[in-house]
């Protein structure tokens, strides 16, 4: 407990938003009351503690974005919010991304991978890109910006934690409910059809997909046949 409020982990803080709110309103309605208190720890082998901010989504298009400022928590909500990057403050990234709008996408925008300038690419292209009907083309072309928006593989940068190389990138379609994965480390892209998961509390078992070490076992189209039974997922320090 914090005060009045109990505490959770910041590892299990979009965990807490999946299993309690089917919907974005719900997930706003009841994070804005601020039920509990966020508890971070250090970053593994570094002297500064974890931080994020969360992105919810759903099967209307509604989306927002959650993020605590000086203890403070803080929401965007709509759907014009597509676009996050880990820094800086969200306040900060649509002033930034105002700037690169005048300019216009077409005629120069930002290249490094630094968050800031990886939010205007992404943010200019999920805008001019079309809006295929058909929904395997309209995954291709949103995974296609999220590429653009990468950090290369290997690239770091010590003075700036937060940019480092992406190492996945994921894209949903809610509507079809199918949940797809790219590793840095394979040429491949598979997915996880969610309409074939067994997610109640009755029925439903453990189940894992071993990615392997470093995340480099191979998987290729629908992955579900791939999963194997396995122990829940226990976070440090609970019984």
């Known amino acids: 407990m914090t005060g009045s409020r109990p505490g959770l982990t910041i590892a299990a803080w979009a965990q807490y938003a999946l299993d309690n709110f089917a919907t974005v309103d719900e997930a706003v309605a009841a ?9 971070t720890d250090r970053v593994p082998g570094e002297d500064r503690l974890t931080t994020l901010h969360l992105s919810l989504s759903d099967a209307s298009g509604n989306s927002a974005i959650f993020e605590y400022i000086a203890g403070k928590l803080v929401i965007h909500h709509g759907p014009a919010y597509q676009v996050m990057t880990n820094s800086p403050i969200f306040d900060e990234q649509l002033a930034l991304n105002s700037y690169w709008k005048q300019i216009g996408g077409t005629v120069m925008l930002p290249g490094t991978n630094r968050a800031a300038d990886r939010f205007a690419r992404a943010s200019f292209y999920i805008s001019a890109i079309p809006k295929f009907d058909d929904p395997d083309i309209a995954v291709a072309s949103v995974f296609s910006v999220i590429r653009n928006a990468s950090v290369p593989f290997g690239i770091t940068t010590p003075e700036e934690p937060n940019i480092s190389s992406t190492r996945w990138r994921t894209v949903i379609d809610h509507k079809r ?48 046949a791939s999963f194997r039974p396995a122990a829940p997922f226990r976070f440090l320090g609970l019984p």
């Open 31 to 39: 994070l804005r009351a601020e039920p509990f208190v966020l508890v």
């Open 177 to 224: 409910r199918l949940y797809f994965f790219e590793s840095a480390l394979t040429p491949n892209t598979f997915w996880v059809d969610l309409r074939k998961v067994d997610l109640s509390a009755e029925t439903g078992k453990v189940l894992k997909l071993d990615l392997g070490e470093n995340q480099t076992n191979i998987f290729a189209g629908e992955a579900n």
